[in-house]
């Protein structure tokens, strides 16, 4: 019972790839993020600002565009320049996107061995025939914490409440690969609670604090908050009601639980798309 440090297994994770890196510089190979920011916001600043600063004490290179008010084709193109650009070695788009842009036709600019945050729908597609490809950062940590919390995930109940490209689906994904027998839960299921009770793994990513209360958690269950919410007040709070569930479960906190992870895994992946050569190679 209780919370789940994401900084500390954050920290293992980067501290394996900065090795990595070390070795790729060691051969010549700068690995290198193109990044794209869409937009003038200024919590999506400070993000890809503290990413920046990750990256770059790691030893991860990064060539940053920023487009103020920006349509759909130019970020299109920005983000299709740096794909085909040999040495830029991953490609992430920012968002919020321009009005009406939906991420998967900027992803679909991002070939699938640079699209180390899996927004290209090519990706998604690849990871649900179960070929070699990059699944969204977010959704990888989720998986990155419950091994870290040695969770068994062959035959347990696993259920996720949120079916978005980005997380939803591809978390669900990714635990029917390792075995779970998973529920995806949504705006449309009826009795969420009754649904995610029998949870020994339950994954939220839905975006409304407190949707999940203690009435929604099976006693012992591990429970991976994924939501970001802020609040009237100008906190940054989860989907669950942290302190009704830490009393019965382990749980991921918001802040410091997935978003620490996703940081990483992303890292990870620049790394890992610099050191391949062909898409098999890359997870
Ligand atoms: P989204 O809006 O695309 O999807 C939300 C999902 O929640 C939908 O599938 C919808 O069907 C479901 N939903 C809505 N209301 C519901 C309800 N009452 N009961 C059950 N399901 C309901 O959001 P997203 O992009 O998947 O993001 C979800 C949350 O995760 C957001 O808070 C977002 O900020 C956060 N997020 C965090 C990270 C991270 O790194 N930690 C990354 C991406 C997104």
């Known amino acids: ?17 900065a090795v990595d890196v070390a070795g790729l510089r060691e051969k010549g190979v700068a690995p290198t ?19 920046v600063r990750v990256a770059e004490t790691i030893g991860i290179d990064i060539r940053r565009t920023d487009l103020v008010e920006p349509s759909g084709e130019e970020v299109a193109a920005v983000v299709g320049e740096l794909s085909t650009n040999p040495d830029v070695h991953g490609v992430l788009c ?5 009005p009406g842009v939906l991420l998967g036709d900027i992803g679909a600019q991002i070939h699938p061995s640079k699209d180390v945050d899996g927004a290209n729908p090519t990706s998604l ?15 990888q940590a989720v998986i990155e914490i419950l091994r870290h919390e040695q969770v068994g995930l062959r035959a347990a109940d696993a259920v996720v409440v949120g079916r978005s490209n980005i997380v ?4 669900a994904l990714l635990l029917v690969a390792e075995d779970a027998t998973v529920t995806v839960c949504h705006s449309q299921t009826e009795d969420l609670a009754g649904q ?8 939220v990513a839905v975006g409304r604090p407190k949707l999940i209360g203690a009435e929604h958690v099976k006693r012992g269950a591990i429970v991976v908050d994924v939501g970001i919410n802020v609040t009237g007040e100008g906190d940054i709070v989860g989907d669950v009601d942290t302190a009704a569930v830490e009393q019965i479960a382990r749980i991921t906190p918001v ?29």
């Open 33 to 51: 993020l193109g990044i794209v920011v869409p937009t003038d916001d200024k919590s999506t600043a400070s993000y890809v600002d503290s990413l």
């Open 168 to 171: 939803g689906k591809p978390v």
């Open 94 to 98: 920012q968002s919020p996107l321009p």
């Open 255 to 283: 802040p410091g639980g997935v978003g620490p992870v996703t940081t990483s895994v992303l890292l990870r992946n620049i790394a890992g798309a610099a050191g391949a050569k062909r898409l098999e190679e890359v997870t």
């Open 125 to 139: 597609g690849r990871l649900a025939a179960g070929l070699p490809a990059f699944a969204p950062a977010t959704a």
């Open 1 to 17: 019972l209780g919370l789940i440090e994401g900084r500390q297994i954050a920290e293992i994770l980067r501290g394996a790839t």
């Open 196 to 203: 995610a009770r029998r949870a020994d793994v339950l994954v």
